[in-house]
């Protein structure tokens, strides 16, 4: 008897090492490489029921970040027993941000011109496309054509037009790195003059949500993506940009299949703010003055947790408006910038109105607890109710580098 109770818990003993010892592989690739902890979140054990803890043995490590911009290396652990990995502890005041939720029109001019598109031309040698045949590609960005630099759509098209059939030496940047393209414009068949079979865009304009600013310095974030041109999907590349007050006037409900969409208009030319940053994260600049909001706290991501939230978002006139959803999905791994939230909308004045997450949302604020804990980003295709989500803090930390 007692030889099988032994047996018994042999076996078991051995299955609970195995799947302790898969929990902490997975860990490993999930768990980021860094935390931002203050006094207020410092004891944040076990994270999300994952039984995953910090120990810092041997030294005080409250007292060790209590100084100011100091980071501290701990060890994470699966049910206190089992080391994950080393991560890194960053010590940060707690960040108070006013938070937004309402629409902005922003106007951007690319750094260059960029290629958007090609088609056949009718010239004198026959029908075809110069363009695409030399080389010169879709997401192309042209900075200078035979040494003259291009800002423009005249630009460039004052330039093959006066060509007169000469070989053009095209400067792109491709990739973020620099590339050269001979480019021979051709007459057109009627002789009327020359071109080479290409679309080129200069600027963009759109409409956004405004997601938070820092009160102290006016660095604002908005959108939780990047703004992309709408014909190769790529970030738009500029050099100056600037938002502007908008107003939301009409709602495309969305449906399985097909993404909804907010329509507004600019309200006046008076600008917003300056546009220094468009990356994958979102839209980040200055704001020229303060704009009405709410003041809380920013939690970082080991403050949030599965279940009840609320977004501001705004989907008609200027006023944001609070809508309830459930934070289904956390993911803390730093694989993705932009998706370490699934969110659903479960709100039904919301659902009625724009059956859940549409365009034009993006940027919407995310808060659970009375703190900001990240923005609105994607709506899923086949399910407007769901989309994703974004930390707050990955805003905040590209934010920062608008300073």
């Not at 108070?96 to 031309?121: A, E, N, Q, R, Y």
């Not at 703190?371 to 974004?390: R, S």
């Amino acid at each position: 008897m007692l030889y099988k109770i032994y047996k018994n818990f042999t076996v078991v003993f051995i299955a609970f090492i195995i799947s302790a010892m898969s929990c902490v592989f997975v860990f490993q690739f999930i768990l980021p490489e860094k935390f931002y902890v203050s006094d207020d979140n410092f004891d944040f054990t076990p994270i999300k029921g994952n039984f995953i803890t910090f120990e810092a043995s041997g030294k005080n490590a409250r007292q060790v970040l209590s100084q100011q911009s100091s980071s501290y290396t701990a060890t994470a652990r699966f049910m206190g027993i089992f080391p994950i990995k080393e991560v890194s502890l960053n010590y940060t005041d707690e960040k108070i941000v006013t938070v937004c939720g309402t629409p902005f029109g922003v106007k951007m001019f690319t750094d260059g011109v960029l290629v958007v598109g090609f088609s056949k031309i009718k010239t004198v040698t026959g029908n075809h496309c110069p363009a695409s045949e030399s080389g010169l590609l879709e997401g192309d960005l042209i900075k200078s054509i035979d040494g003259t630099n291009v800002f423009t759509n005249e630009d460039v098209a004052q330039i093959i037009e006066n060509s007169e059939g000469k070989t053009l030496e095209f400067l792109l940047e491709r990739n973020n790195k620099n590339v050269t393209v001979d480019l021979t414009p051709e007459m057109l068949e009627d002789k009327s003059g020359y071109k080479a079979g290409f679309w080129v865009r200069d600027s963009s304009a759109g409409i956004g949500t405004l997601t938070f600013y820092s009160p102290e310095n006016l660095l604002f974030a908005g959108l939780g993506h990047a703004v992309c041109d709408v014909d190769t999907g790529t970030v738009l590349p500029f050099s100056s940009g600037e938002i502007v007050t908008a107003s939301i006037t009409k709602i495309e409900k969305g449906v399985s299949g097909k993404p909804g969409e907010l329509s507004g208009v600019f309200n006046g030319k008076e600008s917003l703010g300056i546009v220094k940053i468009n990356n994958e994260t979102g839209l980040y600049g200055t704001l020229e003055y303060e704009i009405e909001g709410i003041e809380m706290p920013l939690a970082y991501k080991q403050d949030i947790y599965e279940g009840s939230a609320v977004i501001l978002s705004t989907v008609d006139g200027t006023e944001a408006e609070e809508y309830d959803i459930i934070i289904e999905k956390i993911s803390l791994s730093d694989d993705s910038l932009t998706k370490n939230m699934v969110i659903k909308v479960v709100d039904e004045e919301l659902l009625e109105l724009t059956g859940g997450i549409v365009q034009g949302m993006s940027g919407s604020p995310i808060v659970q607890d009375g703190k900001l804990v990240g923005a609105v980003t994607h709506v899923f295709v086949n399910d407007p109710t769901k989309g994703y989500g974004i930390f707050a803090e990955n805003m905040l930390e590209m934010s920062k580098k608008c300073g």
